[in-house]
């Protein structure tokens, strides 16, 4: 049975920074494509950064520069560290796993339709 375990959300100042983290178990981590959404009262659920089996990376364009999406696969663990926040990231973020080829992975695209979700972990910057 997969699980996804998010944590490290919390409430934070403009301009601090957090670290989230998703623990992924009950299967071999390798090979899938890992990520995070995030989703805002009242929008849809968006894609912010994702990261390949290879360790190739992509990031939504409001959070470059910003986010940096890593993984530690002997861990089974992925992370997001989110430095410079801002009130608009406000949201509830999610850790997201799924078997696409790493080019539909990191091309922007991914909403991860067909995988699996971890419950969420909520990040509010005031």
């Known amino acids: 049975h997969v699980q996804l375990v998010e944590s490290g959300g919390g409430s934070v100042q403009a301009g601090g920074s957090l670290r989230l983290s998703c623990a992924a178990r009950?299967?071999?981590?390798?090979?899938?494509?890992m990520g995070w959404f995030r989703q805002a009262p009242g929008s849809e659920r968006e894609g912010v950064a994702a990261?390949?089996?290879?360790?190739?990376?992509s990031y939504a364009d409001s959070v470059k520069g910003r986010f940096t999406i890593s993984q530690e696969n002997a861990k089974n663990t992925v992370y997001l560290q989110m430095n410079q926040l801002k009130p608009e990231d406000t949201a509830m973020y999610f850790c997201?796993?799924?078997?696409?080829?790493?080019?539909?992975?990191?091309?922007?695209?991914?909403?991860?339709?067909?995988?699996?979700w971890g419950q969420g972990t909520q990040v509010t910057v005031s």
């Open positions: 997201a796993a799924g078997l696409v080829p790493s080019a539909a992975c990191t091309n922007g695209g991914w909403t991860n339709r067909d995988g699996r």
């Open positions: 009950g299967y071999t981590y390798g090979g899938y494509c």
């Open positions: 990261i390949d089996a290879d360790g190739t990376t």
